[in-house]
């Protein structure tokens, strides 16, 4: 390599710091800050899948603490799935 080659590389990647350090961009405000995920949430389905068959209510997707058990005893594994 020569002396050349290596302090123009040196000198371009200083000039992109010092660039990229004052660019409105990387001193901008989150502008996701104040969001609170939680809130985001719907209250219903909002739609239909792709296919476009009617969702399930997710309520009917829960397991009494009995039910989980005996599953576990059984050896069974399950989830949720949601897309």
């Known amino acids: 390599m020569s002396t050349t080659w290596l302090g123009t590389t040196a000198a371009i990647a200083i000039s992109a710091m010092?660039?990229?350090a004052g660019?409105?961009?990387a001193l901008a405000a989150d502008p996701?800050?104040?969001l609170?995920?939680?809130?985001?949430v719907p209250s219903n389905i909002v739609g239909p899948s792709q296919a476009g068959d009617t969702a399930s209510d997710?309520?009917?997707?829960?397991l009494t603490d009995?039910?989980?058990a005996a599953a576990k005893t059984?050896?069974?594994k399950f989830g949720?799935?949601?897309?």
């Open 18 to 20: 010092f660039i990229s």
């Open 32 to 34: 996701t800050a104040d």
């Open 80 to 83: 949720i799935v949601m897309q």
């Open 66 to 68: 009995a039910e989980c």
């Open 36 to 40: 609170v995920a939680k809130t985001l």
């Open 74 to 76: 059984k050896g069974f």
């Open 23 to 25: 660019s409105p961009a």
């Open 58 to 62: 997710p309520k009917l997707a829960l």
